[in-house]
């Protein structure tokens, strides 16, 4: 018995495929804009949506309330501080360019206190010295082009303030429509999910998720905890600038840095400035602020993310230069799903039948 042969209609097919892709790249385009906004959103609130429901349940179910309480929080609490500090680098960044490009207006410290320190206190000074005669200013003035290049391309992505506060406007609202829908917005994703990879597709949205809050609570409020606290001791010490370095501050710290990198050079300034009193006052600050994230970190995670720290360098860096200032929150999110849904195939995968000793002579052969 002959079967019928099903014939496909093959420029049928290639006009489809063409149309559907048409037709995603257009709506990418058009909604392009608002990706970077909508992506930022989408991280806050599956990062405080537990915190959410907990405010609707105090406040008599009504969700409507508890939206206003969380977009209301999330402007005194996060999208406020962060304009206010990078206005600030806006404002105080053109003088810090300024000394780093000339420099011949910076001269090496004397570091007169270090003889007063007992036992090795003159051989310190003495070897100090040793270096400025022996080229020190010299070295310095061939570092700090580099500083002031470095310094000025940070000012000039800080300045890109007017986009910034753009896509914080975007955020509050698609944040607050979040809050509205979220279970629906979940639900659609999921399905959406499923009907790519069945189970294991439900499986990555939820993996993804957990991710996203790993990082959010782990990484970027214990960044935001560390550097605000820093900024606080260095702006009671008299530190000039102390809201620029707290935007540094926060860098180092989202980065996996932490803060003592500003911090132990303002606490130098201070003792080379003769503040001795001061700066033990920040010697001492700093060091609770600079183990603060061995305690916070993992309250904050709860169960745990074991995420490299190179993986989260990468994404701060690389989200830095590919989105701006958004970046520092996006990129190690995107970084951290990525590489947990890697993970878990990975992990899926089936046992081999040989043993790595016979595969690796396998290879040999």
Known sequence: MNLPIKRYDLPQIIFGVLFIALMTVASIWIVQPFILGFVWAGMVVIATWPLM???????WGRRFLAVIIMT???????????????????????????????????????????????????KLYNGWHALINGGGNA????????????????????????????????MLLFSALLYS??????????????????????AAVILAGQAIRAVALGVVVTAIVQSVLGGIGL??????YATVLTVVMFVCCVAQIGPLLVLIPAIIW?????????????????????????????VLIRMGADLPMLLILSGVIGGLFAFGMIGLFIGPVVLAVSYRLISLWVNEAPEPDMEPEEALKALDE
Not at 150 to 168: D, E, M, P, S
């Open 235 to 240: 702006a009671i010490a008299g530190i000039p």
């Open 181 to 202: 829908r979220g279970e629906n917005v979940a639900m659609g994703i999921r399905h959406f999910a499923v009907r790519l990879a069945a189970e294991r597709g439900d």
């Open 270 to 298: 201070l003792y080379w400035s003769g503040d001795n009193t001061w700066g033990t006052v920040l010697l001492v600050w700093s060091c609770v602020v600079g183990s603060l994230d061995n305690v916070l970190r993992p």
């Open 72 to 122: 209301l929080l999330l402007i005194l609490l996060f999208v406020l501080p962060i304009a206010l500090l990078v206005s600030s680098a806006v404002e105080n960044g053109a003088p810090l360019v300024e000394i780093a490009s000339h420099p011949s207006s910076l001269h090496m410290p004397d570091f007169q206190w270090l003889n007063a320190i007992p036992l090795v206190g003159n």
């Open 53 to 59: 429901i907990k405010l609707q349940r105090l406040l």
């Open 139 to 170: 070295l310095m003035s061939k570092v700090q082009p580099y500083v002031g290049q470095t310094a000025a391309w940070f000012v000039t992505q800080a300045g890109h303030l007017g986009r910034f506060i753009v896509h914080c406007a975007l």
